[in-house]
């Protein structure tokens, strides 16, 4: 089962910026927290991912609270294109013994003209 | 990033036969993966291909309905074997562990499958 909670949707005006909250109350002291995102009929996109720190890339920004217990991924300026279910998945790293991403129903966000 | 390719990248199929996908990368990769989504759902992981040996199934996905091949590190195939209407899924090939993305897990365009 996901080890996270996102809201089912999300509305955004294009040009403004999107905040998608993501709950993950049960996450452990090895794990990360990763966005994805699929577009329709795509496969699923890689965005970001972050351990404690806050993280930034060309893409969005991670911020994950001090307790870790929850994290917002925002898009600074969302564009239409950016209308898609996003993702956020806890999981250990790479070489850990649990790395598969496990896939919520994630948070259908929409840009609006 | 990587680059991931599968091929076929849809198909329509009738019960009772089976298909092979193919996924290609275009670098050389620690971990691959097979996932599949279902109308209206989110992804469920099939197994991890593992180069050199059996591949490792979750829970619900069995060798003789979905036997997987991983023969480098490049490149592996799942068949859907004996296929139903219920096999009707986007399949899709993931990789990890390569370059300086190693935490990263890239995901495929994925292949339609329609089983009539």
């Known amino acids: 089962d996901a080890k996270t909670t996102q809201p089912p949707s999300m509305d955004c005006a294009e040009g403004r910026a999107a905040n998608l909250p993501c709950n993950h109350s049960?996450?452990?002291?090895?794990?990360?927290v990763y966005w994805y995102r699929q577009i329709h009929s795509q496969g699923p996109q890689y965005i970001i991912h972050?351990?404690?720190n806050n993280e930034t890339n060309e893409m969005a920004s991670l911020i994950i609270t001090e307790d870790r217990k929850s994290s917002t991924l925002i898009l600074p300026h969302a564009t239409l294109r950016d209308t898609a279910v996003y993702y956020c998945?806890?999981?250990?790293?790479?070489?850990?013994?649990?790395?598969?991403?496990?896939f919520g129903k994630g948070t259908l966000l929409t840009v609006n003209p | 990033s990587a680059v991931i390719s599968q091929k076929p990248s849809r198909d329509i199929c009738q019960r009772g036969t089976s298909l092979t996908i193919q996924c290609q990368v275009d670098s050389q990769v620690t971990m691959m993966f097979w996932y599949r989504q279902q109308p209206g759902q989110s992804l469920t992981l099939i197994a991890t291909?593992?180069?050199?040996?059996?591949?490792?199934?979750e829970s619900g996905f069995v060798i003789d309905k979905f036997p997987i091949s991983r023969p480098n590190l490049t490149f592996s195939t799942l068949t859907v074997s004996n296929m139903s209407p219920e096999d009707s899924s986007i399949y899709l090939c993931?990789?990890?562990?390569?370059?300086?993305?190693?935490?990263?897990?890239?995901f495929g365009p994925g292949t339609r499958l329609t089983v009539l």
């Open positions: 291909a593992n180069q050199g040996s059996e591949a490792t199934y």
């Open positions: 998945i806890v999981r250990v790293g790479s070489g850990g013994s649990n790395y598969k991403l496990t």
């Open positions: 972050g351990l404690k």
């Open positions: 993931s990789v990890e562990g390569f370059g300086r993305s190693y935490n990263e897990q890239f």
């Open positions: 049960t996450i452990s002291g090895n794990e990360y």
